[in-house]
């Protein structure tokens, strides 16, 4: 037995070793877009010492392989990891391809230098994570004025607007995880709608160079991009809890990211706030609390050539609007402005009664892609969104809203990009829409937007070369089309005052005994282009030259506003004869860096034609007080401008980093200044960092904002009568701007290790050192009430 034992066990080593284990796997590794030889890749057979690189045609060899199935894992400097399955019955011929230019664009972006969403030559600059978990409690437009050039239109302390290089509203265009906000920016107390802790950063494009979002981003574009999976089996999130003394407020947001090796992930993000009256150095800003509820949610999967994108977001909030806006009677009116002391003030409380903003914006957002190989990326999207504002007056007897509008869009769009070379890069795409605004005739008032629906479809094609190694060359063109077709009541009395009765007399459906029903319907045909040139002439020092045009049709509140704009306290006229600006921007901009030393300098030139400016004309009386009157009008205008940069690192402990803006606005019809052109100003930081500290930073700001000497005089006179019974003749001092004023702000944090791969951040912040009292020319209630005073801050955030 043992004999035969022993004779079977010798009988199956011989066949063992008969069999074969000197097959191979050879090929070549490419770039999967332009089939280029990817050198120097690393090729693995899993579970075998079997190694590979590839040489400088991407040529390689896995040799000493048996018949079987292997795994075959390949890495390279610039590619994402990579896994193939092969099967071997004898040499196998196999050639692979690898997603060349994955790793390239991460890396770009976390430099922040991730320009392609705009152009090589456009202006434009990037907040990362780390700016703006800083402004977690705040909003976007506080967080951007960490960009030179970049300032605010302020409505009090609440809402804020970004505003770039003089421009703001429906000129600057705003994208949130690559859907254009529809969210009836053209309000200039309509802040936007979204909440900053979904960004994972926020690049600003100043100009009209990027074509690819749209061509009537006469002002610029602020892209929002979410956090990006990783391609791997994890579980992480982050949460910050913050607190404010000045309106006792307090912040809550949290995220969470589940992501898999098969690129499928699922990710959650909620935010909470809680704010009550603000207060001034000297007393308490009546009725400007905010209470914020947001809350997206995204499924997807991002596969190496194919893959989808399922979002959703709810903005919800209820903002407080100052109390001491709104007037009773023209006197008082009068004696606000001119005396600067707001009339209403009561003790400290979390109610936010009337006048109020109450808005709610739903978004959703389908996204599909696909590469084709020696080509580039197709795209397809589709997005859903609903905005409801509601804005409340101060009304006897009723609680209901004296604004109720509603916003749906539907917006398809598809973009080809072309990346199958590396010197040349190209965009193509289109985009369709349709929009439906419902005012709710529940209201009892006025409709200050009317009931209208708009069409909307653009095409466009970009493109960047490199001419040489240290020249890159680009350029686009956009052509959109839009048509407004809109029904709007007129009072008999005020179609005649403004003479639309001869302009007009066409568009009557039906005539009443003291108004009458129209029927405008609008076209327009918007042509916009970019064309400029990036020039590399030392290590760390480039140039860039930017040519663009912007076309941009008026909005519905520019053509049909027709009565009170209740949260910002003004009458507005828009006008029907509004046609589309079409603005000339030439810009330049010098970044370099020699040792520890960076410098910046975009200077800027841009002419509009037709330019739409919202100026006061007036006060008038209503039965629900006296506010005063804005009109709407075009004139041909320039503005012209610089933002500045430096910063010095002394070394890695110190760095001091300084920056200013200037804009010099024109109306050319007038020969006047521009009304709303932001104050020059200069922001200084000193900061202070020790790693061996618990990676301690502290830094203190100086924010000096000058006097703007350069406002149109729009001061009109007034008759009422006074307390005596007299009639009483007055000036009203609407444009003299407030006086120049310098801030202090400290910043500082502290990290902490705690469990196994968690991260504890304490911040401490202190806002307005000095407790200076002082007043923005750039915000609309500077006429009634001092801006905010000292701020404590304390952040504590936990990633993990």
């Known amino acids: 037995m043992k004999f035969f034992s022993l004779m079977l066990m010798l009988f199956l080593g011989i066949q063992l070793q008969a069999q074969q284990c000197n097959y191979s796997i050879s090929g070549v590794v490419r770039d999967f877009h332009d089939g280029d030889a990817l050198v120097n890749s690393t090729l693995s057979v899993n579970g075998f010492e079997i190694y590979a690189l590839s040489d400088f045609d991407g040529n390689y060899k896995l040799e000493g392989l048996c018949a079987g199935t292997y795994t075959i894992t390949i890495t390279h400097p610039e590619c994402e990891v990579a896994e193939f399955t092969v099967e071997v019955a004898g040499d196998v011929k196999r050639d692979f391809k690898l997603e060349h230019h994955t790793e390239e664009l991460n890396s770009v972006t976390v430099k922040g230098q991730n320009l392609t969403k705009g152009s090589a030559s456009s202006a434009a600059q990037l907040l990362q994570t780390d700016d703006l978990e800083n402004y977690s409690n705040a909003s976007l437009g506080d967080a951007l004025r960490e960009i030179p050039g970049v300032s605010s239109l302020n409505t009090g302390s609440t809402v804020v607007k970004p505003v770039i290089q003089g421009l703001h509203s429906s000129r600057v265009l705003i994208i949130n995880n690559g859907t254009r906000m529809e969210d009836q920016e053209w309000g200039v107390e309509h802040a936007p709608n979204l909440d900053l802790n979904t960004a994972a950063n926020i690049t600003v494009v100043k100009g009209a160079s990027a074509l690819r979002y749209g061509g009537d981003a006469v002002g610029g574009v602020i892209l929002t ?54 207060e001034s150095p000297d007393y308490v800003l009546s009725n ?91 795209t397809l999207d589709y997005s859903f969104q609903q905005n409801n504002r509601k804005e409340f007056d101060i009304r006897r007897g009723r609680n209901d809203p004296s604004l109720d509008l509603k916003l749906t869009t539907h917006t398809l769009q598809s973009n080809f990009a072309y990346d199958a070379r590396s010197d040349f890069k190209a965009d193509f795409g289109v985009e369709a829409s349709y929009q439906e605004n419902f ?224 804009v010099n606005g024109q109306d050319l019809d007038r020969d006047r200044p521009l009304i709303d052109m932001p104050a020059p100003n200069v922001n200084t930081v000193l900061s202070f960092r020790k790693a061996e500290w618990n990676n301690l930073n502290v830094s203190l700001r100086n924010q000096s904002v000058f006097k703007q000497t350069r406002f149109p005089n729009n001061d009109f006179q007034v008759n009422y009568i006074n307390e005596s019974g007299s009639e009483v003749t007055e000036t009203v001092k609407i444009s003299e701007s407030p006086a120049a004023y310098s801030l202090f702000h400290i910043a500082s944090s502290a990290e902490f290790k705690v469990l196994n791969q968690s991260t504890l951040t304490l911040g401490l912040y202190v806002d307005n050192v000095l407790n200076t009292a002082y007043r923005d020319y750039l915000n609309r209630q500077r006429y009634f009430a001092d801006d905010l005073g000292r701020n404590f801050r304390i952040q504590i955030k936990l990633n993990y």
């Open 225 to 278: 991009q979410s956090p990006k999976a990783h391609a791997k089996d994890t579980l992480y999130g982050k949460t910050i809890l913050s607190g404010a003394s000045n309106g006792r407020g307090y912040g809550v947001t949290s995220t969470l990211m589940k992501a898999y090796e098969s690129g499928f992930y699922i990710q959650g993000q909620g935010t909470r706030k809680r704010s009550g009256d603000r």
């Open 288 to 378: 400007t609390g905010v209470s914020e509820n947001d809350f997206s949610v995204g499924i997807g999967l991002d596969k190496f050539t194919y893959g989808f994108d399922a979002y959703y977001s709810m903005y919800d909030a209820e903002i407080g609007i100052l109390r001491a806006s709104h007037i009773g009677n023209v006197s008082d009116l009068v004696r606000a402005i001119n005396s600067g002391e707001p009339f209403f003030i009561r003790d400290f409380t979390y109610d936010i009664n009337a006048p109020k903003q109450d808005v709610r914006h739903h978004l959703a957002k389908l996204s599909m892609f696909k590469r084709f190989e020696k080509a580039g990326k197709l």
């Open 439 to 662: 005012p709710n005739p529940e209201t009892d008032i006025r409709r200050l937007i009317p009931d209208y629906e708009m069409y909307t479809f653009g095409t466009y094609a970009t493109a960047s070369y490199d001419l040489t190694e240290k020249i890159k060359l680009d350029g686009g063109f956009r052509y959109d089309f839009s048509e407004i077709d809109a029904q709007k009541f007129y009072r008999n009395s005020s179609w005649e005052d403004r003479g639309y009765d001869v302009d007009f007399a066409d568009i009557i459906v039906e005539q009443f005994d003291n108004q009458l029903l129209v029927n405008p319907v609008f076209d327009y045909h918007n042509f916009s282009g970019t064309l400029g040139g990036r020039y590399q002439f030392a290590n760390n020092w480039d140039l860039k030259l930017n040519f663009s045009s912007a076309s941009r049709a008026p909005n519905p509140a520019e053509l049909f506003s027709d009565g009170l704009h209740h949260s910002a306290a003004i009458i507005e006229l828009g006008d029907l004869r509004n046609k589309q600006e079409q603005s000339f921007k030439t810009s330049l901009e010098l970044n370099g860096q020699s040792g520890g030393f960076t410098f910046g300098v975009n200077p800027f030139y841009n002419r509009i034609n037709d330019f739409i400016i919202l100026e006061p004309i007036g006060v008038q009386y209503t039965n629900r007080g006296a506010f005063p009157v804005h009109e709407y009008r075009q004139v041909d205008a320039r503005l012209y401008g610089v933002d500045l940069q430096a910063a010095y690192y002394f070394n890695d402990k110190f760095d001091i980093k300084t920056s200013f803006a200037y």
